[in-house]
Nanobody, 119 residues
Framework: QVQLVESGGGFVQAGGSLRLSCAAS????????MAWFRQAPGKEREFVAG????????YYADSVKGRFTISGDNAKNTEYLQMNSLKPEDTAVYYC????????????WGQGTQVTVSS
């Protein structure tokens, strides 16, 4: 059974940094895309960043490009989201997600971790 467990959320002032972690278990994720999504109160969930587990190629939403960095540690089956220069509009619940490379739908989700950025 696939499990994704996020950690690292918290409260930070604008301009600060946080690093989120997502520990994955239950299968080999070589052919998976791992990603981060977020959902702010009253808004739809949105894509933040993704990474191919096999190639390590990252891609980002325009809103976080240059501030956030996604990475993965294959040996630990863990992905990370380093968030720098945080803004109040980054406040949201952040979710880790995974999908097979040839599928469009993210089949696996973590429980979410709250990130709050104060102005």
């Amino acid at each position: 059974q696939v499990q994704l467990v996020e950690s690292g959320g918290g409260f930070v002032q604008a301009g600060g940094s946080l690093r989120l972690s997502c520990a994955a278990s239950g299968r080999t994720f070589t052919n998976y895309i791992m990603a981060w999504f977020r959902q702010a109160p009253g808004k739809e969930r949105e894509f933040v960043a993704g990474i191919s587990w096999s190639s390590g190629s990252p891609y980002y939403a325009d809103s976080v490009k240059g501030r956030f960095t996604i990475s993965g540690d294959n040996a630990k089956n863990t992905e990370y989201l380093q968030m720098n220069s945080l803004k109040p509009e980054d406040t949201a619940v952040y979710y880790c997600a995974a999908r097979e490379r040839d599928r469009s739908k993210y089949a696996y989700w973590g429980q979410g971790t709250q990130v709050t950025v104060s102005s």
